[in-house]
């Protein structure tokens, strides 16, 4: 069959339905032949969104997203999405067409031979688990099957197949599919033993936490993960992409930790003196700068997917590598001390009543976003999954979403890119066959893929977009009141915003512009009044409407600003 052939089929065998594109010349032969295999084909307006709406499928779907660019600055758009699927652990196959093979420089001493063409192979190398360039069609059947494998092994992640346009229509025999040696499972001593030494440890510890990264969605194992919850009883903190593995309301969940953290959850992630870490990585933003002060009066026992990362910041923590379903499958076999924390629980509470995460903005001007928040995560009970975008907007839903068992949540954590949000509601949506969807973004995030509104409407995606507009970049603004004596320079000072709620009536999407609290249920109403119609809340937030808590920098996670 034809390599074009090939790829359309091999991608229906692995169950991917959908893929996400921007049309251009080095694809053209490849889109045809999807089309004619009936794939869903959907066409977006920068090559960017297509790679994030593709990592939010896979998010969803837990197989590999597929997005397709043509040569050149089609390929290079994507490098975006593709470092966003690195980072945050997603499985993607990234497709690119490439000049003919008697256009590519190879070894000239030339920047160009064909037009358009780019070594984008080497650019996407550092950010991808395999990139490959295809210089035989015999080699197709095996680089993809190697490719979706590799994706998927281990600790999930991106790969790149890049393909000239001349051997896209050239023959190819799928003679077997592609075997290798799956070296990712942990000797099954060393998991026992490592099961065995956490269940000692709980007997002796008075104030446990678990530590939920988004690891334990990635392996599947979020059913187990709540077993051994409710089971034991252990209190649970997540991290911002872990924020979906247990719902608002399950009595062990205490809330959301890092540098713009719930403070009641960074006093927990603090006070413990036994830290379960299950499928996430530790990172500065999670552990605060100072890793002797993290590391003081506690035991850590760490389990990921990936060897480089344990004991990476952190020393001297009890680890293992292993899939985080393979710990949870073992220790369930296993006799768990019944301890009701009550004392530990109290100490928690007593901290977030203290200061409860709508009490942090103090004397703020207008609506109070995490007022907000709350407000929309309890009116969308019918949304199936909740994206966000990056700064402002993403902290402070963190901080405040009332998830329900059965919502996802989606987010640029590692790579932490602006304008994430629409495009990941849209790749959501498809997988979600079409169920509604609420976008939170803030004013900047959504402008850097505002175009992405013509593609909700042309698919009538029932997706609610929330944008938090502070009519500045916000987060980058209160670190210029902190660091540069208040000097906004392309903060506020040469930045601006249009009236969004024109804009998205010139797309054709209803839009209310919400000034006033007491408004809120007006425009709730509204955005809800047919689920299954797009919405635009266009919400004005005070200029200075900050992000609080916030850990003060170089000083330990428990410590935040405001100082109480």
Known sequence: MKVVSYIAQFLKSKGIDTVFELQGGMITRIIDELFRNKITIVTVHHEQAAAMAADAYA????????????????????????????????????????????????????????????????????????????EKASDVPSIFEEAFRISMEGRPGPVLIDIPMNIQYEECKKDQDFIAENNNIVKEKELYSFVGDCIEALKKSKRPLILAGRGIRVGGAVPSFLHFVEKSNIPVVTSLNGLDTISYNHPNRIGFIGTYGNRWANYALGSCD???????????????????????????????????????RLKNCKTVRANVLDFFTIIKERQLLQNNYESWYREINEKRKQKPDIKELQGILGINPNQLVHRVSQSSMEAKAFSTDVGSNQMWVAQSIELNANQIFLTSGGMGSMGYSLPAAIGACF????????????????????????????????????????????????????????????????????????????????????????NIEEALIKMWKDPHKPFLLDVSLDIHTNVYPKMLFGNPLTEMEPIN
């Open 431 to 518: 997988a979600l066959n079409k169920a509604p969807i609420v976008c939170f973004s803030g004013d900047g995030g959504f402008q850097i893929n505002i175009q992405e509104l013509q593609t909700i409407v042309r698919n009538n995606l029932p997706i609610k977009i929330v944008i938090l507009n502070n009519r500045c970049l916000g987060m980058i603004r209160q670190f210029q009141d902190s660091y540069f004596e208040s000097s906004y320079v392309s903060t506020v000072w040469g930045y601006s915003v249009p009236d969004f709620v024109a804009v998205s009536n010139a797309y054709g999407i209803e839009g209310f512009t919400l000034s006033k609290i007491e």
């Open 59 to 134: 998010r969803i779907k837990n197989i590999p997203g597929v997005a397709l660019a043509t040569s050149g600055p089609g390929a290079t758009n994507l490098l975006t999405g593709i470092g966003n699927c690195f980072f945050d652990s997603v499985p993607a196959i990234f497709i690119t067409g490439q000049v003919n093979t008697n256009e590519l420089k190879k070894d000239r001493n030339i920047r160009q031979l064909g037009f358009q063409e780019t070594d984008i192979v080497s650019m996407a190398s550092p950010i991808t688990k395999a990139s490959y360039l295809v």
């Open 274 to 312: 036994l830290l379960l870490v299950f499928g996430s990585r530790l990172d500065m933003r999670q552990t605060g700068a100072d890793t002797e002060s993290f590391m003081r009066g506690k035991q850590v026992y760490h389990i990921d997917i990936e060897e480089g990362e344990l004991n990476n």
